[in-house]
């Protein structure tokens, strides 16, 4: 079973507007991270936001928020007023405490590649 | 810039042939990733280091795949007996404190062609 699943693999937003992708995972520890990451055409990962499986608020970070429902463990980033930088490839991405490795590695899902339309 | 740099950014070779590729870490990072990504994948985790010492591997690396870490600075990654299926972006990640929080930095990758 895929431990990071993103069912969309494109969606287009118009510039200013408010966007979702989505995100689900599936994991039986207890304690985990999960993270968005975005990639642009030129390739590097750019980290965008962390939430806790502790954590009793959702994540925020400027114009990125991220919509935590741990019981449906879903984790879905929220992108408000749209720029056309946005566009690019977007990664959720898990770390598990219990069954991963001590290595604290990353599980990433397909992605989503998201287009602003101006 | 003191971020994670790559290199080279592109490599095309043959079939049959070895090629390595260098990553220079965050300076003050100690742990360092190297993940492999695919067209139309997520990054996948290959291995893992603690300062010199390579603490973790994926099942994805073959034996004809080896990493080094040498002085716990920069890591090298080399496939020998390339094969077409190795095509794919290689990034490698560094971070610093192991906390659940803590984010790992990307360079820019390396895009590996085999022909």
């Known amino acids: 079973a895929q431990k990071i699943t993103q069912t969309q693999p494109g969606m287009f937003v118009q510039e200013k507007e408010a966007v979702t992708l989505d995100c689900t995972y599936d994991?039986?520890?207890?304690?985990?991270?999960l993270f968005w990451y975005k990639q642009p055409s030129s390739g590097e990962m750019i980290f965008l936001i962390y939430?806790?499986?502790?954590?009793?608020q959702n994540a925020t970070e400027g114009r990125y928020s991220l919509n935590f429902q741990k019981a449906r463990k879903s984790a879905n980033l929220v992108i408000s007023a749209s720029q056309l930088g946005d566009s690019a490839m977007y990664f959720c991405?898990?770390?598990?405490?219990?069954?991963?490795?001590?290595?604290?590695?990353?599980?990433f899902g397909k992605g989503t590649k998201l287009s602003v339309i101006p | 810039d003191t971020g994670v740099s790559q290199n080279p950014r592109h490599k095309i070779t043959k079939r049959g042939q070895n090629v390595t590729f260098r990553c220079d870490p965050i300076?003050?990072?100690?742990?360092l990733y190297w993940y492999r990504q695919t067209l139309g994948q997520g990054p996948e985790f290959l291995t893992y280091?603690?300062?010199?010492?390579?603490?973790?591997k994926s099942r994805l690396l073959s034996d004809r795949f080896s990493a080094e870490r040498p002085k716990g600075s920069f890591s090298t990654l080399e496939i020998q007996r390339t094969e077409q299926g190795d095509s794919a972006m290689y990034l490698c990640?560094?971070?610093?404190?192991?906390?659940?929080?803590?984010?790992?930095?990307f360079g820019p990758g390396t895009r590996l062609t085999v022909l």
């Open positions: 990640a560094s971070s610093g404190q192991l906390r659940l929080s803590d984010e790992q930095f």
């Open positions: 991405a898990m770390r598990e405490v219990e069954s991963g490795a001590g290595s604290y590695q990353l599980t």
């Open positions: 300076s003050e990072h100690n742990r």
């Open positions: 939430q806790g499986s502790y954590d009793e």
């Open positions: 280091f603690q300062n010199e010492a390579q603490l973790e």
């Open positions: 994991t039986s520890d207890q304690s985990y991270g």
